[in-house]
């Protein structure tokens, strides 16, 4: 068996060692004598299994018991709509902060249902960096203030957390979620895909704390309301059971390496590796602001794209895939989630180095 190194933005490579656990349990969960993916929401073993996820998550991310966390469906694009149905609570707007790709996508949906106000943008200087805080045109009568807090595509991330006072702070954190540590409090809401840092594709974790639930528009699908899911521990139908389980697999992963404060060490680490790499060099080149570069998603293009194909091609020789770059923007993009080995990242840097002094 080989196994390469997944260099993809998502669904995204996974500890080895989950699923090797996944791979051992399949076909009889702890002596239940069925896989978990036959096994009924309703029943013990599925409850237990989505008490112990729910329990990890909070432990490692230090949850406040005035948030509720739920496992729905829809992905982060679903939330686009979900997030304004749920959040307006009877005011006609939201600001969003506009970073990148998936801010924009978050904007344009958010249309549908409120008034949006673009309370900053990077878009002059071609999505490379954060807007600074002290440029940003906050509604002190926002419903909510929108953030990407990690733009997948262009490789920008918030290190920092905005103030946004008493207006609720919502994040789409697809892309750097449980990447490192945060303060939930700081946050009203927060949303994230799992086929990145989390497991398989198919859930949406929603941390969302509890006074801001309970108040959603009327044409909101029940399915998509949060108190609604709340009241029935995200079982108003059916969820993605086998997702959920292998969710529980990674949270406990984490807490074997060290909890978040030692996956932010690893993920640090990681992309020193790859950036450091960057700044020796002309023939590559990422164009992001020094102080917003993703630890997550690192973009970098040939400056003779006419080689392209060729990186490609010989990465993939050499056992790494899935570094072709967003069709929006081409180049290349080594996504380095949590469980990316840094053996994945230090070869990746010796390809470079081997292509650039046989092409350069
Ligand atoms: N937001 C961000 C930051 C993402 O990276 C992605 C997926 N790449 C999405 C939203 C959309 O997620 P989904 O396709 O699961 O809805």
Redesign the pocket.
């Known amino acids: 068996m080989t196994r390469v190194f997944n260099f993809s ?2 669904p995204a490579t996974l500890p080895e060692t989950v699923l090797r656990q996944a791979a051992d349990e399949m076909l009889d969960w702890h002596g239940s004598g069925m896989s978990v993916m036959e096994m009924s929401h309703r029943g013990k073993e599925f409850i237990a299994i989505h008490a112990e996820a729910e329990k990890l998550l909070r432990e490692l991310m230090g949850v406040p018991a005035n948030y509720k966390v739920l496992f729905l469906q829809g ?4 939330e686009n709509a979900i997030v304004p149905m749920n959040m307006l609570r009877g005011r006609s707007g939201a600001d969003y902060i506009d970073t990148g790709e ?1 801010s924009k996508k978050s904007i344009k949906e958010a249309k549908k249902y409120c008034k949006v106000n673009v309370a900053a943008s990077s878009e002059a200087d071609n999505y490379t960096s954060v807007p600074k805080q002290e440029t940003w045109k906050l509604d002190k009568d926002a419903a909510y203030v929108h953030i ?1 807090s ?3 595509i262009g490789g920008v991330e918030y290190h920092w957390t905005p103030v946004t006072g008493d207006v609720p702070l919502v994040a ?1 954190m ?2 750097n979620f449980i990447s490192r540590p945060i303060d939930v409090s700081r946050y009203g809401l927060i949303y994230a ?1 799992t ?1 990145k840092n989390v497991g398989p ?1 198919g859930v949406t974790i929603v941390i969302v704390r509890d006074d801001l639930i309970g108040q959603a528009l009327p044409i909101t699908p029940s399915a998509f309301d949060y108190k609604i899911q709340a009241d029935n521990d995200s079982m108003f139908n059916t969820p993605p059971t086998y997702t959920i389980y292998m969710a529980g697999l990674v949270f406990n992963w984490i807490k074997a390496q060290g909890g978040l404060t030692a996956i932010e060490a690893s993920n640090r680490k990681k992309a020193a590796v790859l950036y450091d790499h960057l700044e020796t060099t002309s023939f590559f080149y990422n164009p992001v602001a020094r102080e917003d570069r993703s630890l997550m998603n690192v973009p970098f293009k040939l400056r003779d794209e006419s080689l392209d194909e060729a990186f490609l091609k010989g990465a993939q020789a050499r056992g790494m895939v899935q570094l072709k770059g967003h069709r929006s923007v081409g180049g290349m993009r080594a996504s380095i989630y949590n469980a990316m080995p840094i053996e994945g990242v230090v070869a990746l840097v010796a390809y470079m180095k081997e292509f650039e002094a046989s092409h350069g």
């Open positions: 933005a998502g992905g982060a694009i679903g998936w990407c990690n733009e997948t789409d697809s892309s895909g086929q594709a």
